[in-house]
């Protein structure tokens, strides 16, 4: 069974930071490139980070320099630190792989607001 449960969201003052972890199951982690994504209220889904199996990472625009995605694939968990947050960082955060193959879990909500 492939499932992907995100966790480690929560809310946070402006210049804050927060790990999000995403454990996945049912599928070979170590071969697969991982995304984080998030949906403010009223947006899409939109892309946040990548990391390919070999490491190769790359980020939105407007989350560079602030956010870094890292996997350990002996714990099939990628990762996104985020430092530096901003209000408009509000939303839920996903992950899942590229190209999308695995259903959506149920994010992690990350609030930022002073």
């Known amino acids: 069974q492939v499932q992907l449960v995100e966790s480690g969201g929560g809310f946070v003052q402006p210049g804050g930071s927060l790990r999000l972890s995403c454990a996945a199951s049912?599928?070979?982690?170590?071969?697969?490139?991982m995304d984080w994504y998030r949906q403010a209220p009223g947006k899409q889904r939109e892309f946040v980070a990548r990391i390919t199996r070999t490491g190769f990472v790359n980020y939105a625009d407007s989350v560079k320099g602030r956010f870094t995605i890292s996997r350990d694939n002996a714990k099939n968990t990628v990762y996104l630190q985020m430092n530096s947050l901003k209000p408009e960082d509000t939303a839920v955060y996903y992950c899942?792989?590229?190209?999308?193959?695995?259903?959506w879990g149920q994010g992690t909500q990350v609030a930022v607001s002073s």
């Open positions: 899942n792989t590229f190209p999308i193959s695995t259903p």
């Open positions: 049912g599928i070979i982690f170590s071969s697969r490139t």
